[in-house]
């Protein structure tokens, strides 16, 4: 038989990361985007009926000693996992590393000598980072241009949490300071990024005193399990939320970041104290945010809700001249209006980012 090449392609995906569900491999051979699963199963049976892949009852899918046979190069990025949580762990990272692929990141094993992004997995990552806490649910971390991003699967939101352990990906004492993690990615479910996003910036609101702290110790003791929501600390630095069909185009607002924010404003200097916006020019503090930074946007609303507590009890404050600006783009203008009386307040500006396609025909 001879196989195409989405179908190659996903035999050598699999011998590296050994576990994907049906939908994914379904998702996998779509290259067209047709979204025609009927179709799409019709090219995926082949693959187990002459037995380069094995599919169980739960949908699971596996490679089987033919496909490998294909790919005699190819070794394993990530241990055959036992058990359904660390199966559905697995199958996680498989499928962010099948998401990235579709935008052109490759995946290594290993630190590659290159400026280009490519993406290594969380077990391989452990590897080459001694002291993150066990419990952590990142996926693996996306190098890029002199950054890297650890990159989170968080489906509906409604994920388990770890926010102490999370934060070991940002440990920069000692050695660790040249591998920890500049941001955080989070890819969530298709049409559910806005209601997500309000989701996860109530929850942080919330806890905001304790959360924005700038200051806390770096551990290498295991921390307990927790059930906490997701929730965002000061030491993630940045957190932007995307997801599958908005990640090619999300990561290419997050490359291009500081150039657009050095860009927006040409008068005044960048800002490097995040509970004051990412840029100053007084009185006018803006938080430019073009790659929809959702720990951005909890620094604005606790801003100018501190700047309204103040005003109320101090009418007559010098600070009274402060204003706060925030940019973002149309689509996250739902978000950006979240709190009423943060829009409503005369200190508040909003504007929106002009598309791309608008910019480059001027």
């Not at 591998?179 to 955080?184: E, K, L």
């Not at 009274?320 to 979240?338: F, T």
């Amino acid at each position: 038989m001879k196989l195409k090449e989405n179908q190659l392609n996903l035999i050598q995906h699999l011998i590296r990361f050994n576990l994907m569900s049906y939908e994914d491999c379904l998702s996998f051979l779509d290259t067209e985007k047709t979204g025609d699963k009927v179709a799409l199963s019709y090219v995926f049976r082949p693959l187990t009926k002459n037995k380069y892949l094995s599919k169980n009852k739960k949908g699971v899918v596996t490679v089987l000693k033919k496909g490998r046979a294909l790919f005699p190069e190819e070794m394993p990025l990530i241990s055959t996992a036992t058990g359904t949580v660390a199966q559905q762990r697995v199958m996680q990272v498989s499928r962010v590393a099948m998401w990235l692929g579709k935008c052109g990141v490759p995946v290594f094993g290993e630190l590659q000598d290159a400026e280009e992004p490519y993406f290594i997995p969380s077990a391989c990552w452990r590897n080459i980072v001694k002291g993150i806490l066990s419990t952590t649910r990142f996926a693996g971390m996306l190098l890029a241009y002199g950054k890297r991003y650890a990159v989170y699967d968080i489906g509906d939101g409604t994920m388990e949490w770890q926010i102490r352990a999370e934060a070991s990906l940002f440990f920069s004492t000692g050695f660790r300071f040249h591998t920890r993690a500049h941001g955080m990615i989070m890819i969530c479910e298709d049409g559910r990024r806005n209601e997500i996003a309000m989701r996860i910036i109530r929850q942080t609101m919330w806890g905001r005193k304790t959360l924005l702290k700038e200051n806390y110790s770096e551990t290498d003791k295991p921390v307990r399990y927790s059930r906490s929501p997701i929730k965002l600390r000061a030491q993630y630095e940045h957190v932007y939320l995307t997801t599958p069909a908005l990640l090619a185009a999300s990561l290419e607002e997050i490359y291009e970041e500081k150039e657009t924010i050095e860009t927006t404003i040409e008068e005044g200097r960048p800002s490097y104290r995040p509970k004051e916006g990412n840029w100053e020019d007084w009185p006018r503090r803006y938080f430019l945010n073009p790659a929809f930074d959702i720990l951005l946007l909890v620094y604005f609303f606790s801003a100018v809700k501190g700047l309204k507590n103040l005003l109320q009890n101090d009418p007559a404050s010098h600070i009274k001249e402060l204003r706060y600006i925030l940019c973002v783009n149309q689509e996250d203008l739902e978000v950006a209006k979240m709190y009423p009386d943060v829009t409503e307040m005369k200190e508040v500006s909003m504007y929106v980012y002009r598309p791309k396609e608008d910019t480059e025909e001027d």
